[in-house]
């Protein structure tokens, strides 16, 4: 797996060509076996024309010329004639048919990718530029479209073609022949010496394409404040020094890449040279006619251009070597929560909540984040969880999401353990409202439907008026049919929270989890979510995380979290009561807004 890393510093570079990546690649070729034998019968047949024109050829300068046979000339000149217009025909067939087989492999890559991607744990995110992720699934997998698109059928022909071509040679003459390949040992230590140094050249530039693209999306990220700050230009030394380097990586890649045919071409020119020596000077034994020495050109260049093309293709595999590392390492990741042998899905719920002496540590042998967590809660029932930040609140409702699996104890619902359901069988119950909402592009009735893909509009203003946001959105140009960017960026922070709470209360959760989701609402626009909410909740098991003592007043319990542990529990009125941890955060947290007021 790759190292955690920044836009500054690359991935590790393993030493060698990894061959269970390559053969990885025949998973996708697979369910195109039978397209692909097709292609390989007209490949095989364009092969034997390829061989078949020089034999012919020598038999009209032998036999046709010299005797004037005017009947076989011209049947050989009929035959070639036809030989030729189906190999362009046959061309033609295979570069389409090629073309999309690659692209449909293609096509199938990334859907894998896209796919596990989303499967993958929060901290997967959490730890690596998403720009690093983002061009395994775009940049990398295009690099590879030339390569499935034309490169193992074409090179699977060129195999073919080659020995085909060997076999006649030695037929037609075996001494010819074995001079013809008095060169190729110095083809092969040609191409072993630049393997080395082309894989390292392109795995550099791996690295830091990766790295410009991290870069690149974190500027657009932090666009505004780069402009708050006034660091435009400190901004773009950056992206100059990052895109230099990717200059630099690439020119060096091209230089050894690009020494690969003239070396491979010059090896096939000397033995096109040596052929004609050895048939004009009969040097070696070699005693060949005219049609025989054009004959054997033909069959050279019929044996050395799929050399060149196998050693382009080697080329292009040691190029893409590299960047299919990159994306088979991604799908090696292997999410942390998954679906156990045998779950079950998580029938229709009430709502009950146990956790039994729950202990969560992120490693193994790493630190309790929460110590014993012990608690009950009966369907319908209003939980708050206050405390420092730190504490272990969100953690409580990760656990109960099974974003994150218990260490020891264990947590229920309805008595049905987390880890015995199915995943998604037990989030389709739950909304979850976190305070970073994020708004797709779209417009806002799509928002909306997201939590419950075949709800009607009425279901979704319903919803919308429910949480008080109809208000605000038949305010926009087009109401719900209102254009919004990405993130929600045209819309202020308190809408986007109103937009997801429709959404979330619109997927009408049996569970419902809000954690920080009223911190960016106003004063006036609280007030008014929680009075649509009091009619929400009523039914719903919910556990409400917030820093704002005053929106957790009505709560049927408040636990207060410190240190991985309730320190205390009970009602608002209880807790203040007690005078303990609650009624110092209570009251620390009224002396600030006495003093602002002041």
Known sequence: MAQRNTYREDEELAERINLRDILRVGKYLKPYVGQVARILAVVISLSVILVSVPYLTKIMIDEAIPNKDLRLLGL???????????????????????????QLMLKDMRRDIFTHIQTLPFSYFDSRPHGKILIRVVNYVNTLSDTLSSGLITVISDVFTFMLTLIVMFVVDWRLALFSLALFPLLIAWVLTLKYFQRRAYQKLSNKQSNLNAYIHESIAGVKTTQTFAQERAQFNTFQEQQGEV?????????VQFLMWPGVQTISVMTICLIYFLGVTGFGGVTVT??????????????????????????????????????????????????????RDLPQIKGRVDFNDVVFRYEQDGRNILNLVDFHVDPGRTIALVGPTGAGKTTIVSLLSRFYDVSEGSVTIDGHDVRDVTLASLRRQMGVMLQDTFIFSGNVRENIRYGRLDATDEQIEAAARAVHAHEFIMELPDGYDTTVEERGSTLSAGQRQLIAFARVLLADPRILILDEATSNIDTRTEEALQAGLAELLKGRTSFIIAHRLSTIENADEIMVIDHGQIVERGSHAELLEARGAYWRLYESQYAMIRAAVA
């Open 290 to 343: 005219t049609g025989t020495l054009i004959a054997f050109v033909g069959y050279a260049n019929n044996f050395w251009n799929p050399v060149i093309n196998i050693g382009n293709f080697y080329n292009q595999l040691v190029t893409c070597s590299a960047y299919l590392e990159r994306i088979f390492e991604t799908l090696d990741v292997r999410p942390e929560i998954e679906d156990k042998p045998g779950a």
């Open 247 to 255: 200059r630099s990586a690439w020119m060096k890649a091209v230089h």
């Open 76 to 102: 050989l000149v009929v035959v070639l004639a036809v030989l030729i217009v189906i190999y362009e025909f046959g061309m033609r067939y295979r570069t389409i048919a090629i073309t999309r087989v690659g």
